[in-house]
């Protein structure tokens, strides 16, 4: 069952976070985001957590800040996703979007499959979030370095007229 954290589940995401990141924050774009002030999804089996998605609304968009499935393959992520996707189609947001780094393949594979678009690529951004962030790794999956951030975007469908 997926449910939008309440503040006493909020307690048990920051844990997760902690232990699947070593630290209570994200930096995406330059921007710090603490999981404390993140809204999350979190998919419930046996009353326990198996994933977590956090997410913040502003500016008309929806940015997802991590999304972690811990029993990958079984369709937590998809289900998360399609979670924020929800919230994300009944706003007046204009567009959800996340940031990943160039040497995570298996993301990129994985939002493209669901309707996710890459529409910005920041050549040596990890650079600049390493200054706030040091603990990010300078290689990543398959040892490739860890350089650069890529956007991907999903947006709301709008009826388009032919100009011809």
């Known amino acids: 069952m997926i449910l939008k954290a309440t503040e006493d589940i909020k307690k048990d995401v920051l844990k997760l976070f902690i232990e699947r990141w070593n630290t209570d924050f994200m930096v995406s774009r330059g921007k710090v985001h603490y999981v404390a002030d993140l809204e999350s999804l979190v998919l419930i089996e046996e009353n326990r957590i198996v994933g977590l998605l956090t997410y ?29 996707k929800e919230v994300f189609l009944h706003s007046d947001c204009q567009r959800l979007w996340l940031v990943t780094t160039n040497d995570n393949l298996r993301a990129l594979r994985f939002y493209q499959k669901r309707q996710f678009t890459i529409t910005d690529i920041h050549l040596n951004a990890v650079d600049h979030a390493r200054k706030i962030k040091p603990s990010i790794p300078l290689t990543g999956y398959d040892n490739i370095p860890i350089q650069h951030e890529i956007e991907l975007s999903y947006f709301k469908l709008t009826s388009f007229s032919k100009s011809r």
């Open 56 to 84: 913040t609304m502003e500016n008309k968009e929806i940015e997802i800040v991590s999304l972690d499935s811990f029993n990958e393959g079984h369709g937590i992520g998809s289900a998360l996703l399609e979670g924020v």
